[in-house]
């Protein structure tokens, strides 16, 4: 079983401050998603990334995945309010089954 | 809506009893995955189906869990005999091909009594 460590478990910051979570593994990954979930709602997924190094940006996020592609971490610049939610990541193992494994999650709550 | 629709979206049921829980996909897609998340924990992954079989059903943490899918589309989960630590949010999650990211609903919250 492949095992995705995310960190920090928990974080609490002021808007406007800037940030980075991360997902880790041992294992090699065809593809990574990062989800943010919020209470009582289902994850949405924000973005994929498939190959080793690759950055992508949405607004304010920067994702990147490790060269490896065992890795990846999330930066959040100039973080609002309406980033607070679980931040998770999941990835399918190279050559292995079609189900992802997800991490435990980042949970981030960003104060007026 | 276009998204996944689950129903219901809270069920409160006395020890015991048998709970039935439903997933609608978006349409046109032919990977369905169920999971379980506890608060404080992340996603336990219970089921995958492809079409209407279900290559891997290693997570269904007993055999009072089961699920099935028909037609292609609809997926309903059940637990009978349900006990307090079946408590937790139910997810279904699905998907264009077994290898695409996945699409959430908003779960079931389900509290045993």
């Known amino acids: 079983t492949q095992l995705l460590e995310q960190s920090p478990q928990f974080l609490s910051i002021q808007e406007g401050e800037n940030l980075t979570v991360y997902c880790n593994s041992s294992s090699v990954f065809s593809s990574l998603q990062w989800y943010r979930q919020e209470p009582g709602e289902g994850p949405v997924l924000l973005v994929t990334?498939?190959?080793?190094?690759e950055v992508k940006k949405l607004k304010r996020l920067t994702f990147q995945f490790g060269d490896a592609r065992k890795d990846s971490s999330l930066h959040i610049t100039a973080a609002q309010p309406g980033d607070t939610g679980l931040y998770l990541c999941a990835a399918r193992a190279s050559g292995g089954s079609y189900i992802p494994t997800f991490g435990r999650g980042t949970s981030l709550i960003v104060h007026p | 809506g276009a998204g996944v629709s689950q129903s219901p979206s809270n069920k409160v049921t006395e020890k015991g009893k048998d709970v039935e829980l439903r997933c609608d996909p978006i349409s046109g897609h032919t990977a369905l995955y169920w999971y379980r998340q506890s608060l404080g924990q992340g996603l336990e992954f219970l089921i995958y189906f492809q079409g209407n079989s279900a290559p891997d059903k290693s997570g269904l943490p007993s055999d009072r869990f089961s699920a099935e899918r028909t037609g292609g589309s609809v997926s309903t989960l059940t637990i009978q005999r349900t006990q307090q630590e079946d408590s937790a949010v139910y997810l279904c999650a699905s998907s264009p091909a077994p290898d695409q990211p996945q699409h959430f609903g908003d779960g079931t919250r389900l509290s045993i009594l």
């Open positions: 990334v498939v190959t080793g190094g």
